[in-house]
């Protein structure tokens, strides 16, 4: 699997945000995205997941076949926010996401064990710390299999317990050919990654 990105454009509120950005990731691979406030790191992770368009440039992912057709079809997404119904329970919120995403790979109580939340799946999302939210999002991830990690800030909020276990997620994703980009200001304890540093439009 390659997931390449040519010369994308990206834009919010008619401007430009960012140009000229290119990048390849082969299955196993993983790039960080780094840059000051406002470069466009998050809207070029929404770029690449589909959920902003790109005003130019070229996006593809060869070797998806059938299962993965497009470049946002292989997207699993985690975005600063959570995207969590804070009234729904832990599980709740979990099992919809599945079945929103398909191609289930570990049962919801599986994935709150990896992250050590299986005690909690009853509380409504809204209880939790901001650190328990964080680890829901990760298992988030678990849930159902979608070969390219798209995340933003993934380790804002967590312990350095949790850091050290979600940098094994990680490496677990890669090792079984997964791809990651990942937008933050924290090292994120991978061995070898590309970096892409945006500086944004002055
Ligand atoms: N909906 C929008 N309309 C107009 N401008 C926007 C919109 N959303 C974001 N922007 C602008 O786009 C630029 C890039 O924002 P983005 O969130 O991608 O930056 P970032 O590199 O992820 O920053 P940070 O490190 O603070 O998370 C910022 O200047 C921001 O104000």
Redesign the pocket.
């Known amino acids: 699997m390659r997931l390449s990105a040519e010369n994308i454009e990206?834009r919010?509120?008619?401007?430009t945000?960012?140009s000229g950005i290119g990048f390849t990731l082969g299955a196993g691979e993983a790039l960080v995205?780094t840059?000051?406030?406002?470069?466009?790191?998050?809207?070029?992770?929404?770029v690449v997941g589909g959920l902003l368009p790109h005003a130019a440039g070229r996006l593809s992912l060869e070797g998806g076949g059938e299962e993965f057709p497009s470049v946002e079809s292989a997207c699993h997404y985690l975005g600063?926010d959570n995207a969590m119904k804070t009234a729904l329970t832990v599980s709740e919120n979990l099992g919809f996401w599945q079945s929103f995403f398909g191609r289930p790979q570990v049962s919801v109580m599986e994935a709150l064990e990896t992250v050590g939340l299986e005690t909690i799946g009853h509380l409504p999302f809204g209880y939790l710390s901001t650190g328990q939210r964080r680890r829901v999002s990760i298992a988030k991830l678990l849930v159902s299999h979608r070969p390219v990690w798209l995340l933003?800030?993934p380790t804002s909020g967590l312990d350095k317990r949790s850091e050290a276990h979600f940098s094994e997620l990680m490496r677990t994703h890669l090792e079984e050919g997964g791809i990651i980009v990942a937008?933050t200001?924290l090292p994120l304890g991978l061995e070898s990654v590309q970096e892409l540093r945006?500086e944004?439009h002055q």
């Open positions: 990206g919010r509120g008619g401007e945000i960012f995205v840059g000051p406030n406002g470069a466009g790191k998050s809207t070029l992770l929404r600063p933003d800030e937008a200001h945006m944004g």
